[in-house]
């Protein structure tokens, strides 16, 4: 047995509001997740995300690496994780390593605007490399959405970049 992965979410802004409330209310998980080798080196990102964890929830921020050790080791079993990366690379990086996001899938939840981007959605900005990163997790089995709030109909975010002209 392994941990189980509630949700797995990209999002620029990892945790926050919406993710701490809405979502974890939505998917309840015993921890919250945040794996980014930058902000694990960030002491001040580090302690404003651990403190945005609700109460009931405890949060950690740790590396890519150590994410894919702990995923397979039994003491972490118990773990109902919401996952968070920045990024769908970050993400695919996890899956390369053995953190089996076939179940959960992946919610892109928010990728920030920046040059070269192209709007998906309202809060999912994507570029040739989210894509591509989107296309490989999709042809080894994991689906990769665009939802910002649970309320919200995901939707394919491969289809989302097709009709954008991304795919």
């Known amino acids: 047995m392994t941990m189980t992965i509630s949700l797995a979410r990209v999002d620029s802004r990892l945790l926050h509001g919406q993710v701490a409330t809405v979502w ?63 990024n769908l690379t970050d993400m695919y990086r996890l899956f390369e390593a053995g953190v089996d996001l076939r179940g959960s899938g992946v919610n892109v939840g928010n990728l920030a605007f920046s040059s070269g981007k192209t709007m998906l959605t309202d809060s999912v900005a994507a570029d040739a490399t989210d894509v591509q990163v989107a296309h ?22 491969l289809n989302l970049a097709t009709k954008k002209g991304l795919a």
């Open 24 to 86: 974890t209310k939505t998917v309840r998980p015993n921890r919250i997740l945040v794996v980014s080798d930058d902000v694990v080196q960030d002491q001040l990102r580090k302690t404003l995300i651990v403190q945005a964890a609700p109460a009931d929830v405890k949060a950690n921020v740790i590396s890519v690496d150590k994410m894919a050790k702990i995923f397979h080791d039994p003491r972490f079993d118990s773990f109902r994780v919401l996952l968070l990366t920045e």
């Open 136 to 157: 490989k997790l999709m042809t080894q089995g994991v689906t990769v959405t665009a939802q910002t709030v649970p309320s919200d109909r995901p939707q394919d975010f």
